[in-house]
């Protein structure tokens, strides 16, 4: 990890469980298989018994507020607001928790899987960062405001890694020694959130990387089919980073000499839950110019990509709406957890917008707008680069107007009045009594003419 720019690795616990990576080879791993009979009941979170193994994570304040943040600026969002702000939308941030905010009135709490919290928490100060580029509202005083700035925010927090279990308990999933939480709760949160009233789009900015072939959680599967299938909504999930602490090995990039083949036949690390294709949309990070960043974990999985790096969002230790950092425990933020929101708040922009598209036709809408590779899809960027302001407005095959009814009532028009034809038939009478008086004149004037021929008849010349 590099000293000038630490990334924050907040990962699924279970991530490190693990069978190191090591050498691994690519092997041919099918798409992933669901099962629906294998989704998590819906219960009330709840947490084990932790404690803080460490201090909060420490943040310090943004120089500049008011220069929009590089992100933000290359998504034109000004262009986005007058159109939609995500309005009525509800996002579940499930994460390490989301810090009251004055620049979030509308979060709810959502439950807590890591201690006794109610979701509010976040000693992290991952799942605020994230919650603020998704929903932060508009403030005079800032340039920085979240993507969709009139959504809600649930916040339901499933993972830590600055607690700890002190029960000594095992999951027979794996535990992160480092924290906690793992795929099964994080199965659990996604259930809930799917359930909660009116959540369109849940947000999982938490990666688990397992080496291809080792199988994955089938809860975890379930749950997301049951959130984007049954519950119909847009599911986006961050692609993974490569770092010592969760994703520890990349997938192989494509081989020029086998342009065909499927990608999914070189896989060495499954990247969970975003390899869940068909129900989620993966998201990887590029950085200012547009290419790829290093740090992001390519895949067959992988839909589109989106800003990662120069990152400012909301300061969970700075409640006012001034409140904004660029910094954690001294370190730069960025990551794909940090691309994943710019995502899951043009999904809250769309639904706001047009409400009676599916999540599929969502995700799609995304996927058919993004800026794409040359190649029009690779295993880093997806599709490309997302583009808010094309996804609200974009006219696509089978699209649905925004707001407005597909056909518009008009009433019909009245039977126009009959001709006035009376000027017609004065005109016609009038004519017709000149003519008959010319006739009339004409007649009398025969005796007349015929006396004056008679007379002029007799007279002699001199």
């Known amino acids: 990890m590099s000293g000038q720019a630490r990334r924050i690795p907040i990962a699924l616990a279970g991530v490190a469980l693990a069978v190191s990576l090591g050498q691994a080879t690519a092997i041919a791993v099918p798409p992933p298989s669901i099962d629906p009979g294998r989704v998590p009941p819906n219960s009330a979170p709840s947490g084990p018994k932790t404690e803080l193994r460490d201090p909060c994570s420490t943040t310090q304040p943004v120089a500049d507020l008011a220069q929009v943040p590089p992100p933000q600026r290359a998504l034109d969002l000004e262009s986005v607001w007058p159109l939609s702000t995500g309005r009525g939308q509800t996002v579940a941030v499930i994460d390490t928790g989301v810090e009251r905010h004055s620049r979030l009135p509308g979060l709810i709490p959502g439950g807590d899987y890591v201690s006794t919290g109610d979701g509010t928490q976040d000693c992290d100060a991952h799942g605020t960062l994230v919650a603020g580029i998704i929903a932060a509202n508009r403030n005079g005083q800032t340039g920085f405001a979240g993507v969709a700035p009139d959504a809600r925010i649930l916040s339901i927090r499933q993972s830590s890694n600055i607690y700890r279990e002190t029960d000594g308990r095992k999951d027979a999933e794996g535990q992160n020694a480092k924290g906690v939480g793992n795929v099964s709760t994080l199965a659990r949160a996604i259930r809930h959130a799917a359930d909660f009233p009116g959540v369109t789009v849940i947000n999982i900015s938490e990666v688990a990387c397992v080496p291809a072939g ?7 599967g379930a749950a997301v089919d049951y959130a984007a299938r049954i519950k119909d909504i847009v599911v986006v999930a961050a692609a993974g980073n490569l770092d010592s602490e969760a994703c520890k090995a990349s997938n192989p990039p494509p081989d020029p000499a086998t342009p065909h083949a499927s990608p999914w036949d070189s896989v060495t690390t499954i990247a969970t839950p975003a390899w ?7 998201v990887g990070s590029v950085d200012q110019d547009g290419a790829p960043s290093p740090f992001t974990v390519p895949g067959p999985w992988v839909d589109v990509a989106a800003p990662g790096t120069e990152i400012t969002s909301l300061d969970p230790r700075r409640p006012e709406p001034t409140g904004l950092t660029d910094s954690v425990n001294g370190g730069s933020v960025q990551g794909t957890s940090f691309a994943a929101p710019y995502v899951a708040g043009t999904a809250a922009l769309i639904r706001a917008r047009f409400p009676r598209l599916t999540a599929r036709q969502v995700m799609d809408r995304i996927e058919q ?7 029009g899809w690779d295993p880093f960027v997806g599709h490309g680069v997302i583009d808010p302001a094309a996804a609200v407005t974009a006219e696509l095959p089978g699209s649905v107007p925004a707001d407005e009814p597909q056909s518009t009532a008009i009433a019909i028009p009245e039977a126009p009045a009959p001709p006035d034809d009376r000027p ?7 004519a017709g009594g000149v003519v008959a008086l010319l006739g009339l004149g004409l007649l009398a004037s025969f005796p007349l003419r015929r006396r004056l021929h008679r007379d002029g008849g007799e007279t002699s010349t001199g």
Do not use: F
């Not at 707008?369 to 190649?375: L, N, Q």
């Not at 017609?424 to 009038?430: I, M, Q, T």
């Open 369 to 375: 707008t993004a800026h794409a590779p040359a190649d």
């Open 276 to 282: 869940y294709d068909d129900q989620v949309l993966a």
């Open 214 to 220: 080792a199988g994955d959680s089938a809860a975890l």
């Open 424 to 430: 017609r038939k004065v005109a016609v009478a009038g």
